[in-house]
């Protein structure tokens, strides 16, 4: 049996307590414990970390690998103790994917075929036809070409909708799918042609406060959005403005600039918006503790994780 290799929690406890029993199950040659926990921080092969403090990585000088538990990393690289040589990844399995996808598609059904208003009507005991265009006719946009975006396009191509694509470097584009690639000018391309905009991008210095008025103007009046990325993409008043000018029609928001979202804040009670707890894809923490163990499997082979991060990039 192989050496047991020990790895630390590192961010808020009450988000990282249900890794340790999942760590435990999935990947019993893992021992994964609190910081408190540690005797010896030296023997600490590898970190599970989200949003950690500036010196949470600091007490651990034979790290392997540090891993978020989901998608999002920005929290981590913001830590100024996380070591510069440490291999970062991040939680991008296929099961991830399948989720997001899912997700997204259910809400561009909601609004293309207005099942908000759908309800209103029941609300009122209205009959009426509402089905008026065909998804063929529906242009939707993607706003990120990561393995996700692949499997939002591929699930959306599948129910018969036109799909656009964006990534700034314009690779892997989906078959079947337009590209859009470059600065904000491709970017607003794509969006004056896109009916619904989805917005999966990872947040760096470049996409922060991407969602903004002139994004939303370059929509075709009456369009809508799905923001699944991060919350800081978006600016919140430029959102509320389009949706009172009627430039945009609806929004599906799953993730905002504080979280939880506040109790007074105006979305929870917008006709127009969805509001959903950051919930597209989560991961089990069972998912976490196996694609952990593939990568620390990996690295004693020579191969990095296929889930690396790229620091400069952010993502």
């Known amino acids: 049996m192989a050496k047991p290799l020990h790895g630390v929690v590192l961010g808020t406890p009450s988000i990282m307590a249900p890794y340790l029993a999942a760590f435990e199950a999935a990947a019993p040659n893992l021992v994964l414990m609190p910081p408190e926990a540690v005797d010896d921080p030296a023997a600490i092969a590898f970190a599970l970390a989200w949003d950690p403090d500036d010196d949470a990585f600091r007490p651990y000088p034979n790290l392997r690998l540090v891993s978020s538990i989901a998608a999002g990393v920005n929290g981590i690289l913001a830590s100024a103790s996380l070591p510069g040589d440490v291999p970062l990844m991040r939680i991008a ?25 759908y309800l209103a009507n029941q609300r009122l005991s209205r009959w009426e036809h509402l089905l008026d265009r065909d998804a063929s006719e529906i242009r939707v946009g993607l706003m990120g070409a990561g393995k996700m975006g692949g499997a939002v396009a591929e699930s959306l191509l599948a129910l018969g909708y036109d799909v656009a694509i964006y990534s700034r470097s314009g690779r892997n584009v989906p078959a079947g799918v337009t590209g859009f ?19 999966l991008l990872p947040l760096t210095a470049q996409t922060r406060g991407i969602l903004d008025a002139d994004l939303f103007a370059c929509l075709p009046r009456g369009g809508a ?25 609806g929004a599906s928001l799953d993730v905002f600039a504080v979280e939880p979202l506040p109790r007074g804040h105006p979305f929870w009670r917008h006709e127009r918006i969805v509001v959903t707890p950051h919930d597209a894809c989560d991961s089990t923490p069972a998912q976490v503790a ?13 191969r990095l994780p296929t889930s690396l991060v790229d620091r400069e990039a952010g993502y």
């Open 225 to 249: 959005l799905i923001h699944v990325g991060r919350g800081e993409h978006l600016l919140e008043a430029d959102l509320l403005a389009a949706l009172d000018s009627g430039q945009l029609a």
């Open 290 to 302: 196996q694609e952990v163990a593939a990568a620390l499997e990996g690295l004693d082979a020579g």
């Open 93 to 117: 399995g296929e099961m991830q994917a399948k989720m997001m996808a899912g997700f997204v598609t259910w809400h561009v059904l909601w609004h293309h075929r207005r099942f908000g208003d």
């Open 181 to 199: 690639s470059g600065g904000r000018e491709a970017l607003e391309r794509l969006a004056a042609r896109s009916e619904i905009l989805i917005n």
